[in-house]
């Protein structure tokens, strides 16, 4: 059981560059959620998702995309990449029912430099 | 909009002492639900303790348990008999009961001097 895992770790992209940032669990979560984290503050949401083929904005959604074609799979895309984007970005998914419907699991992060 | 602050920054313990960190709140909201989170160096986010807002009772998970003043609008973290492995971010944390938002304080870094 891998849990949370994010692609890429790390990744430096250039103004106006754009990527994706992939996100898979293996726990059969319906619920997706996509934040980035800077320093001195919090988590902030960007998007989400509670189930597949669905998907909401958050705190933070300008600038960035979001899919979710697979249930394990949630997909962030950034199309033309921004200074102000950079920043590490976590995943984490959590199941819709049962006693740990609470809890989200978090991914490992993934730290983006644009420069 | 709902808030989550805390206070401290920094703190520091020494090991197998007590420490408390502090989160105070914002919400007119009734159903909600409180967290406390770890962030260690890796920067995997772990869940430590939940408290559900209509429960009256405090949470405790082994050395952990908080404190919870639901008219204040506070929330604080103990940690007893703090161990090294205990030293990291801890950040306070806030969702609506129908809401997928988590709102997330600036974190309070601990540090455990042995």
């Known amino acids: 059981n891998a849990g949370v895992t994010q692609t890429p770790k790390f990744r430096v992209l250039k103004t106006g560059q754009s990527m994706t940032l992939l996100c898979a669990q293996d726990?059969?979560?319906?619920?997706m959620y996509w934040y980035r984290q800077d320093p001195g503050m919090g988590l902030r949401l960007i998007h989400y998702s509670v189930g597949e083929g669905t998907t909401a904005k958050g705190e933070v959604p300008d600038g960035y995309n979001v899919s979710r074609l697979k249930k394990q799979n949630f997909l962030l895309g950034l199309e033309s990449a921004a200074p102000s984007q950079t920043s590490v970005y976590f995943c984490?998914?959590?199941?819709?029912?049962?006693?740990?419907?609470?809890?989200?699991?978090f991914g490992p992060g993934t730290r983006l430099t644009v420069t | 909009a709902q808030t989550v602050t805390q206070s401290q920054p920094e703190m520091s313990v020494q090991e197998a002492e007590t420490v408390t960190l502090s989160c105070t709140y914002d919400t007119s909201e009734s159903d909600y639900y409180l967290f406390w989170y770890k962030q260690p160096p890796s920067r995997q986010m772990i869940l430590v303790i939940r408290?559900?807002?209509?429960?009256?009772q405090n949470a405790t998970e082994n050395r952990f348990s908080v404190n919870f003043q639901k008219a204040a609008k506070s929330f604080s973290l103990k940690i007893s008999d703090s161990q090294l492995g205990d030293a990291a971010m801890y950040f306070c944390a806030y969702r609506s009961g129908g809401s997928e938002k988590l709102v997330f304080g600036k974190g309070t870094k601990l540090t455990v001097n042995p």
């Open positions: 726990m059969n979560h319906e619920y």
């Open positions: 408290q559900e807002a209509y429960k009256q």
């Open positions: 984490a998914s959590r199941t819709s029912g049962g006693p740990s419907s609470y809890e989200q699991y």
